[in-house]
C-alpha cells in the first residue's frame, strides 16, 4: 500500500494564480482531509469529506475549494493564490465511523510570491 | 466546537531524563486522544492514543493518561533520547456527529545529548 500520497511536493505560484493539490489514498478510507500548516500554528483544517460527493468547511477554508468526486482522491483547489496562503499542505484520512488512526501524506510546500 | 490547548510550546531535556507534554480540552463528548510525532521535514504519524474508556495507556517509553473528569491527558516519554527530538501535537475526536481532529499547536521537544 501507498498509503496516502500528494502531488506535487513543492510548488511556486505567482499571486493570482490557480493550481490544484491532489492527495489520493488506497485504503478505501471514508474521510478525508486538507490541512495547512504554519510556525506556531499547527495544523488547522481548511476542508474535510466524509464520503465521496460530500464536502464540509474546517476552521481555515477561505480561498480554498475542494472536490471529492472519487472516493480515493480529495483535490484541493487555490483559485486565485495569495502570499498568505504560503505554507505546507498536509492530506490526511481515515477509515470513519468511528475515531480510529489519521494517516498523513507527506505534505505540499507551496509558496506564493 | 472542540478546543485544545497544549503546554509546554518548547521543552528541552538531558538525554535521560523524562517529558512530560500536557494537553486539555473542551468537549466533554470527545472520545479518542491521539498523539502525533512530527519529526522535521516530515509528515505528523501517530505514535499513541487513548479512548475514552480507558485512563491510561503505555507503549515501551512513552504512556499517556487521560482524566475525563478534569478534561485533560498527557503524553509521557522516559529514558529520552536524541531521536525523540521532534514536535508533538495533541489531538482530540469529538463525539456524536463531529468526524474531525482537533490539534493543539504542538510542543517542540529537544533533548539535549
Known amino acids: 500500500n501507498a498509503g496516502v500520497t500528494q502531488t506535487p511536493k513543492f510548488r511556486v505560484l505567482k499571486t493570482g494564480q490557480s493550481m490544484t493539490l491532489l492527495c489520493a489514498q488506497d485504503?478505501?478510507?471514508?474521510?478525508m482531509y486538507w490541512y495547512r500548516q504554519d510556525p506556531g500554528m499547527g495544523l488547522r483544517l481548511i476542508h474535510y469529506s466524509v464520503g465521496e460527493g460530500t464536502t464540509a468547511k474546517g476552521e481555515v477554508p477561505d480561498g480554498y475549494n475542494v472536490s471529492r468526486l472519487k472516493k480515493q482522491n480529495f483535490l484541493l483547489g487555490l483559485e486565485s493564490a495569495a502570499p498568505s496562503q504560503t505554507s505546507v499542505y498536509f492530506c490526511a484520512s481515515n477509515r470513519g465511523g468511528t475515531a480510529s488512526e489519521q494517516y498523513f501524506g507527506p505534505g505540499t510546500r507551496l509558496t506564493v510570491t | 466546537g472542540e478546543n485544545v490547548e497544549q503546554h509546554p510550546s518548547t521543552l528541552s531535556v538531558q538525554e535521560g531524563d523524562s517529558a512530560v507534554i500536557k494537553c486539555t480540552y473542551s468537549d466533554s463528548a470527545s472520545n479518542y486522544f491521539p498523539w502525533y510525532k512530527q519529526e522535521l521535514g516530515k509528515r505528523p504519524q501517530l505514535i499513541i492514543d487513548i479512548r475514552s474508556n480507558v485512563g491510561e495507556k503505555k507503549d515501551q517509553r512513552i504512556a499517556v493518561t487521560l482524566n475525563k473528569t478534569a478534561k485533560h491527558f498527557s503524553l509521557h516519554i522516559t529514558e529520552t533520547q536524541p531521536e525523540d527530538s521532534a514536535v508533538y501535537f495533541c489531538?482530540?475526536?469529538?463525539?456524536?456527529?463531529?468526524?474531525?481532529?482537533?490539534f493543539g499547536k504542538g510542543t517542540l521537544l529537544t533533548v539535549n545529548p
Open positions: 485504503m478505501n478510507h471514508e474521510y
Open positions: 489531538a482530540a475526536w469529538g463525539g456524536g456527529s463531529n468526524y474531525k481532529l482537533t
